[in-house]
C-alpha cells in the first residue's frame, strides 16, 4: 500500500470538501474551514492547539492558536457551516428517507469558566454535571447502511437567546427542511410528543413517527383517551425478530406489534397509533401520519424506523468520541457553537463524502481493529475509518495549507500548456 499516495488523497478529498462546503465565503473564511477540517481529522480533536499542530506552519503554535481562535469567534458562522451541509446533504434524502432527531449531552463536569454552562444529565454517567445540551439531526435508510450528518446546534437554558427545548427542536426542523423541501419521515422520542411540535409538523404537512408519552390524551372512536389506556387495550396481532449486536454478543428480541386509528383532541387529522413492545416488557407507544395499511409490512415499517434511533445514538456517540468532543477548552458560547458545526462537518466528511475506495484503502491499513470494531457493530465501521484517516495525517510534516498551494500551483502550470 502506498502510504504517501493515499495521504495525497486524503488532502485532496479534504480541500475539495472544504470547498464546497465554504462556497460564497470570504477567502479568510474558506482557508479557516479547510484549517479546521484538517485539523480535526488528523488529530480527532477539537483542541485548537492539537489542530494548529496539524498544520505545520513556520511560526509558533501559539500565532497559529490565536489565529484560529479569532476566526472561530466570527459572527454567523455556525449558520453558514450547517446551511452548506444541509444543502449538501440534502441532495441524499429521498422520500421515505429517515430524518431522526436527538438530543445529546456535552457533559465538562469540572469546568468552571465556559459561558453559560448548564446543568445537564450525563447520559454516559447518569447523574446531573455542567455542560451543554446539543440538537442534532442524521438522515438514514431503513435498512442500508448510509448515515448522514445533517445539523447539529450546542445551546445552554442559560444562555441570553435560549427561549426553550421545543424552540431548538423547530428550528433543526425548520433549517433542514429548507433543503430537504419535506422529504423524508421525521423520528422523535418522547420529547417530540408536545402540542407545541407536533401541531407545527401537522400544519407544515411533514411526515413523522414520535414516541409518545403515555398521559398523552388522543381521540378513539369518539371518546378521550389516553395513550397508555389504548396501548393497553390495543391488540398486538404481530411479531417480529430483531438481533441486535452489543459488545460481541448478538441479542435477539421478539417484538410484538399492532395498530388503531386515532385522533387529536385539538385536530381533525387521522393518525395511527402503532404499539409494540418485547414479549413480557412494558409497550412503546408511537403516533404517525405516514399512511399505512393494517397489514404486518406496513406496520413493521414504522416499528423499524424508530428502532433505526439505535443507529443515531451510535453515530452521536462516534462523533463525540472520536473527536473528543467533551474534551472542548473553549470559553465562549459563539466559538462552542461554531466548534460543533465543524465537528459535523468533519463527521459528514468521514461517513458521506470520503469516497469508498479511499475508505477502503484506510480501514485495509487498520484492518485487524476495524474488524474487532466491526464485529460488535454491524456496519459501523466509521471508529476504525477515523483512526486509519488519523494515522495518515497524523505525522504530516506539511498541513493542508502548504498542500493547497501545491495544488494550485499544479493546476496554473497545467493551464499554461494546455491547447
Known amino acids: 500500500m502506498n502510504y504517501a499516495r493515499i495521504s495525497l488523497k ?21 482557508r479557516f474551514l479547510r ?131 421545543n424552540e431548538e427542536i423547530k428550528e433543526a426542523i425548520f433549517t433542514v427542511c429548507s433543503y430537504t423541501e419535506r422529504r423524508g419521515i421525521w423520528v422523535l422520542d418522547r420529547g417530540g410528543a408536545r402540542k407545541n411540535i407536533i401541531h407545527p409538523l401537522l400544519d407544515k404537512k411533514l411526515k413523522f413517527i414520535i414516541r409518545l408519552r403515555g398521559t398523552r390524551q388522543l381521540i378513539y372512536r369518539g371518546k378521550r383517551l389516553s395513550a397508555r389506556q389504548l396501548a393497553e387495550s390495543c391488540p398486538l396481532p404481530y411479531m417480529e425478530k430483531v438481533v441486535k449486536e452489543e459488545g ?68 452521536i456517540r462516534f462523533i463525540k468520541q472520536s473527536y473528543q468532543v467533551e474534551d472542548i477548552r473553549l470559553l465562549t ?21 470520503l469516497g469508498l475506495r479511499t475508505k477502503l484503502r484506510v480501514l485495509a491499513r487498520h484492518l485487524l481493529k476495524a474488524a474487532k470494531r466491526v464485529f460488535g457493530i454491524p456496519e459501523f465501521h466509521f471508529y476504525a475509518l477515523a483512526d486509519g484517516i488519523k494515522e495518515f495525517l497524523f505525522n504530516q510534516k506539511k498541513g493542508i495549507t502548504a498542500f493547497n498551494l501545491i495544488v494550485k500551483n499544479q493546476y496554473v502550470q497545467r493551464s499554461l500548456f494546455d491547447p
Open 10 to 30: 486524503l488532502k485532496e478529498q479534504i480541500l475539495r470538501f472544504s470547498g464546497e462546503l465554504s462556497s460564497g465565503l470570504p477567502k479568510v473564511v474558506r
Open 35 to 165: 484549517e479546521m477540517i484538517y485539523g480535526i481529522q488528523a488529530r480527532q480533536s477539537v483542541r485548537l492547539t492539537e489542530i494548529a499542530r496539524s498544520l505545520g506552519e513556520r511560526i509558533s503554535i501559539k500565532k497559529t492558536h490565536m489565529r484560529l481562535s479569532r476566526q472561530l469567534g466570527r459572527e454567523g458562522l455556525w449558520k453558514k457551516i450547517i446551511n452548506s451541509l444541509c444543502k449538501l446533504g440534502s441532495k441524499r434524502i429521498k422520500e421515505d428517507s429517515l430524518l431522526v432527531v436527538d438530543i445529546s449531552d456535552i457533559s465538562k463536569k469540572y469546568a468552571k469558566h465556559m459561558e453559560y454552562l448548564a446543568r445537564v444529565r450525563d447520559g454516559s454517567e447518569g447523574e446531573i454535571a455542567n455542560g451543554y445540551w446539543t440538537c442534532n439531526v442524521v438522515g438514514v435508510e431503513r435498512g442500508e447502511v448510509s448515515i448522514i450528518p445533517l445539523y447539529s446546534k450546542l445551546y445552554s437554558q442559560n444562555s441570553n437567546d435560549f427561549l426553550s427545548e
Open 248 to 315: 460481541k454478543e448478538e441479542k435477539i428480541y421478539f417484538l410484538e406489534f399492532g395498530m388503531r386509528r386515532v385522533k387529536l383532541p385539538e385536530r381533525g387529522e387521522q393518525l395511527s397509533l402503532i404499539v409494540f413492545r418485547e414479549l413480557g416488557k412494558e409497550r412503546i407507544i408511537l403516533l404517525t401520519n405516514v399512511e399505512l395499511r393494517r397489514s404486518r409490512s406496513s406496520l413493521w415499517k414504522i416499528v423499524e424506523s424508530y428502532l433505526n434511533r439505535w443507529r443515531v445514538e451510535e453515530t
Open 333 to 353: 458560547y459563539k466559538r462552542l457553537q461554531n466548534m460543533m458545526a465543524m465537528v459535523m462537518a468533519s463527521a459528514y466528511f468521514t461517513m458521506v463524502y
